[in-house]
Protein backbone atom coordinates (compact mmCIF):
# COMPACT_ATOMS: atom_id res chain seq x y z
CA UNK A 1 0.00 0.00 0.00
CA UNK A 2 2.48 2.58 1.00
CA UNK A 3 6.21 2.53 0.65
CA UNK A 4 7.63 5.58 2.51
CA UNK A 5 5.63 7.81 4.71
CA UNK A 6 6.36 11.32 5.71
CA UNK A 7 6.17 12.81 9.14
CA UNK A 8 7.01 16.24 9.87
CA UNK A 9 7.03 16.98 12.98
CA UNK A 10 7.92 19.98 15.28
CA UNK A 11 7.67 18.78 18.83
CA UNK A 12 3.94 19.58 19.31
CA UNK A 13 1.82 16.85 21.36
CA UNK A 14 -0.40 16.67 17.56
CA UNK A 15 3.51 15.77 15.79
CA UNK A 16 3.83 13.46 18.26
CA UNK A 17 0.36 11.90 17.70
CA UNK A 18 0.97 11.97 13.99
CA UNK A 19 4.27 10.30 14.56
CA UNK A 20 2.42 7.52 16.78
CA UNK A 21 -0.12 7.19 14.11
CA UNK A 22 2.32 7.26 10.97
CA UNK A 23 5.04 4.35 13.03
CA UNK A 24 1.66 2.09 12.99
CA UNK A 25 0.60 2.55 9.51
CA UNK A 26 4.34 1.94 8.61
CA UNK A 27 4.44 -1.66 10.39
CA UNK A 28 1.07 -2.52 9.15
CA UNK A 29 2.28 -1.73 5.20
CA UNK A 30 5.93 -2.57 6.11
CA UNK A 31 6.80 1.39 4.53
CA UNK A 32 9.66 3.43 6.00
CA UNK A 33 9.37 6.71 7.62
CA UNK A 34 10.89 9.83 6.59
CA UNK A 35 11.17 12.23 9.77
CA UNK A 36 11.30 15.68 8.57
CA UNK A 37 11.83 18.98 10.83
CA UNK A 38 11.85 22.53 9.28
CA UNK A 39 13.30 24.93 10.63
CA UNK A 40 12.12 28.43 9.83
CA UNK A 41 14.99 30.99 10.24
CA UNK A 42 12.98 34.46 10.55
CA UNK A 43 11.55 32.59 13.97
CA UNK A 44 14.75 33.02 15.26
CA UNK A 45 16.06 36.22 14.68
CA UNK A 46 15.03 39.65 15.95
CA UNK A 47 16.77 42.06 13.56
CA UNK A 48 18.98 43.50 16.35
CA UNK A 49 21.51 40.76 16.39
CA UNK A 50 24.84 41.17 14.14
CA UNK A 51 24.99 38.77 11.52
CA UNK A 52 28.69 37.12 13.24
CA UNK A 53 26.58 36.39 16.18
CA UNK A 54 23.76 34.86 13.84
CA UNK A 55 26.07 32.89 12.21
CA UNK A 56 28.47 31.62 14.57
CA UNK A 57 25.67 31.41 17.84
CA UNK A 58 22.32 31.55 17.22
CA UNK A 59 21.97 29.34 13.89
CA UNK A 60 24.45 26.36 15.07
CA UNK A 61 22.21 26.26 18.13
CA UNK A 62 18.78 25.89 16.35
CA UNK A 63 19.61 23.94 13.81
CA UNK A 64 21.25 21.43 16.88
CA UNK A 65 17.76 21.46 18.53
CA UNK A 66 16.03 20.69 15.55
CA UNK A 67 18.42 17.94 14.55
CA UNK A 68 17.57 16.65 18.67
CA UNK A 69 14.02 16.74 17.82
CA UNK A 70 14.93 14.42 14.87
CA UNK A 71 17.12 12.25 16.69
CA UNK A 72 14.71 11.73 20.21
CA UNK A 73 11.72 10.77 17.77
CA UNK A 74 13.92 8.23 15.78
CA UNK A 75 15.36 6.98 18.91
CA UNK A 76 11.63 6.20 20.24
CA UNK A 77 11.02 4.38 17.32
CA UNK A 78 14.12 2.08 17.91
CA UNK A 79 12.12 -0.59 19.20
CA UNK A 80 9.92 -0.83 16.28
CA UNK A 81 11.20 -2.71 12.71
CA UNK A 82 10.49 0.14 10.65
CA UNK A 83 13.37 1.78 8.89
CA UNK A 84 13.86 6.01 9.62
CA UNK A 85 15.51 8.61 8.20
CA UNK A 86 15.92 11.61 9.27
CA UNK A 87 15.73 15.36 7.52
CA UNK A 88 16.63 18.99 8.62
CA UNK A 89 15.86 21.55 6.33
CA UNK A 90 15.84 25.66 7.21
CA UNK A 91 12.70 27.27 5.97
CA UNK A 92 14.71 30.98 4.61
CA UNK A 93 11.44 32.64 4.44
CA UNK A 94 8.83 29.89 2.68
CA UNK A 95 6.06 28.51 3.71
CA UNK A 96 6.40 25.50 5.71
CA UNK A 97 3.79 23.63 3.97
CA UNK A 98 5.41 24.09 0.59
CA UNK A 99 8.73 22.88 1.98
CA UNK A 100 6.71 19.93 3.43
CA UNK A 101 5.27 19.31 0.05
CA UNK A 102 8.64 19.97 -1.99
CA UNK A 103 10.28 17.29 0.34
CA UNK A 104 7.36 14.94 -0.20
CA UNK A 105 7.90 14.93 -4.06
CA UNK A 106 11.92 14.64 -3.03
CA UNK A 107 11.84 11.91 -1.15
CA UNK A 108 9.04 10.32 -3.00
CA UNK A 109 6.77 9.95 -0.24
CA UNK A 110 3.23 8.39 -1.33
CA UNK A 111 1.61 9.33 1.95
CA UNK A 112 2.06 12.48 4.44
CA UNK A 113 0.97 12.01 8.02
CA UNK A 114 0.80 15.30 9.68
CA UNK A 115 -0.49 16.14 13.13
CA UNK A 116 -2.86 19.76 13.19
CA UNK A 117 -4.10 21.69 15.95
CA UNK A 118 -8.01 21.94 14.35
CA UNK A 119 -8.03 25.63 14.36
CA UNK A 120 -11.58 27.27 13.82
CA UNK A 121 -13.18 30.49 12.94
CA UNK A 122 -10.41 33.35 13.63
CA UNK A 123 -7.84 31.77 15.26
CA UNK A 124 -7.29 29.91 11.49
CA UNK A 125 -7.47 33.18 9.73
CA UNK A 126 -5.17 34.75 11.86
CA UNK A 127 -2.49 32.12 12.45
CA UNK A 128 -2.88 30.08 9.27
CA UNK A 129 -2.77 26.07 8.89
CA UNK A 130 0.29 24.33 7.54
CA UNK A 131 -1.66 21.48 7.69
CA UNK A 132 -4.95 22.60 5.36
CA UNK A 133 -1.96 24.05 2.88
CA UNK A 134 -0.22 20.58 3.12
CA UNK A 135 -3.43 19.26 2.41
CA UNK A 136 -4.16 21.57 -0.71
CA UNK A 137 -0.68 21.26 -2.65
CA UNK A 138 0.38 18.08 -2.14
CA UNK A 139 0.29 15.67 -4.76
CA UNK A 140 -0.05 12.31 -2.83
CA UNK A 141 -2.51 11.57 0.00
CA UNK A 142 -2.23 13.33 3.11
CA UNK A 143 -3.53 12.04 6.69
CA UNK A 144 -4.20 14.81 9.61
CA UNK A 145 -4.11 13.29 12.85
CA UNK A 146 -5.96 15.82 15.53
CA UNK A 147 -5.06 17.15 18.94
CA UNK A 148 -7.61 15.85 21.79
CA UNK A 149 -9.74 17.62 22.87
CA UNK A 150 -9.98 18.77 26.15
Partial sequence: MYRKILVPIDGS???????TE???????C???????????????VNGF????VYVQEIRPRFLAAGQALLDTAKAG????????ETVLVECCGDRVSER??????????????????????????LIGSDAEQVARLASVPVLLVRAPRD
Avoid: C, F, W, Y
Fill in 13 to 19: TTSQRAL
Fill in 22 to 28: AAQLAQL
Fill in 30 to 44: GASLVLLHIVDDAAH
Fill in 49 to 52: ERPG
Fill in 77 to 84: LAATPVAV
Fill in 100 to 125: IVEHAVKSGADLIVLGTHGRRGVDRL
